[in-house]
Nanobody, 120 residues
Framework: QGQLVESGGGSVQAGGSLRLSCVAS?????MGWFRQAPGKEREGVAG???????RYADSVKGRFTISRENAKNTLSLQMNSLKPEDTAMYYC?????????????????WGKGTTVTISS
């Protein structure tokens, strides 16, 4: 229960785009994308409820779009206008509602991550 598998990471130049995908073994109220750069704490990038309500970190607003298909237990993150500071390991996470879908401590299930590298 609660297995998550990410795909879609890679290396692109600044200004480019990538799309991350995540397949979950079960449906949960909250799903989200988190990232962790070397030497930094894990941070919430975008979160979405099963009803489709979304939230974004200020640093990615207007550039990233999170979406999910409840019937297929899938989560996606479309990333446009990528910047070198977006370089990180990106994780898919899921969990029940505990006040926020962007707080790592609220999530029960985690994928192993996919690497995103943006060159200048």
């Amino acid at each position: 229960q609660g297995q998550l598998v990410e795909s879609g990471g890679g290396s692109v130049q600044a200004g480019g785009s990538l799309r991350l995908s995540c397949v979950a073994s079960a449906n949960t109220y909250c799903m989200g994308w988190f990232r962790q750069a070397p030497g930094k704490e894990r941070e919430g990038v975008a979160g979405i409820t099963s009803g489709g309500t979304t939230r974004y970190a200020d640093s990615v607003k207007g550039r990233f779009t999170i979406s999910r298909e409840n019937a297929k237990n899938t989560l996606s993150l479309q990333m446009n206008s990528l910047k070198p500071e977006d370089t990180a390991m990106y994780y898919c996470a899921a969990g029940p509602w505990r006040g926020s879908c962007m707080r790592a401590a609220n999530m029960d299930y985690w994928g192993k991550g996919t690497t995103v590298t943006i060159s200048s």
